[in-house]
């Protein structure tokens, strides 16, 4: 199981996502519960690493463990709410199609 907790600020901006575990959906190197995750949270870390306005931190120290922590300028804001609710909706639609592979949870932190 893959387990993801998304923690967003007042706003609803993502400031936080740390994604643990395997789907055990399939073999090692052709599950694509994993693979639809995996494909998210890169894409997500490297288009936010590219972006003025936009700080993040994250690590993926070993199979099956990923951190990303956001932090945002006025500059930034609007983008990193577009491509947060991106990044949602598309880990969402992998949690709703294999609900026995991946949990999502989002939780807000008020500041």
């Not at 090692?28 to 639809?36: E, H, K, L, R, S």
């Not at 490297?46 to 120290?61: C, E, F, Q, Y």
Request: with cysteine; charged share 25%; net charge neutral.
């Amino acid at each position: 199981m893959i387990r993801i907790d998304i923690v967003l600020d007042e706003a609803g901006i993502l400031r936080s996502c740390t994604a643990r575990g395997h789907a055990n959906a399939g073999k090692t190197g052709a599950d694509i519960v994993c693979a639809a995750v995996s494909v998210l949270t890169r894409t997500m870390v490297r288009v936010l690493s590219d972006k003025n306005g936009v700080t993040i931190r994250s690590d993926a120290p070993e199979s099956g463990r990923l951190r990303l922590e956001t932090e945002y300028t006025a500059e930034g804001r609007n983008f990193l709410s577009a491509a947060g609710e991106f990044f949602i909706t598309g880990l969402a639609s992998v949690a709703e199609e294999f609900p026995g592979n991946v949990t999502l949870n989002i939780s807000e932190r008020r500041n």
